[in-house]
């Protein structure tokens, strides 16, 4: 759903930015941090192939694991909106109610804490934290948070593994 309303909301808007006067035009970039709020529709594009990866993992049986900066911000908004899925799910005839039930099924605060390194990202929602993103700057380095910078948000962890280059996008 993510992905798609990402997809969606970079065709039609393309590089127009994100503004607060115009929110009800976009489904999903206004849930990001304002520092990507200038991004072009490149970088939208590859901002809905994220949520495409960590959907095409679980497809595959494997555990969603954030890659780069990209796909660590997808997962948490796709945690964040899980819950409201979930009548979806136990509703509908689907495969998943073939799979085996567990007492930790939909704890959404595990799965926060389970699929993450750090929570650094989330950082960049505090306006008091303004800059945090630049790996020059004093708080930044104390931390050893990196690069949050949104031209760095697809830049590879080193683990996991990096995606193919090459995957392309699905539209």
Known sequence: MLADQAYDDADELRDQPVTRQRPGDWEL???LPALT???DRSWRRRMARAFDDLSDDLEHGRWPQPSCTAEEMA???A????PSYQ???????????YLPEHRDDYDWNACSDL????HDVLMLFDARLDGIEDPDGNVNQHLGMGDLRAAAWFEP????????PERGFRR
């Open 29 to 31: 970039f206004t849930r």
């Open 75 to 77: 997962l948490h908004l």
């Open 37 to 39: 709020w200038s991004a």
């Open 79 to 82: 945690i964040e909106d899980a």
């Open 157 to 164: 962890f080193g683990h996991p593994p990096a995606r193919d």
């Open 87 to 97: 009548d979806d799910i136990e509703t509908r005839d689907t495969e998943h109610s």
């Open 115 to 118: 699929f993450f390194q750090d």
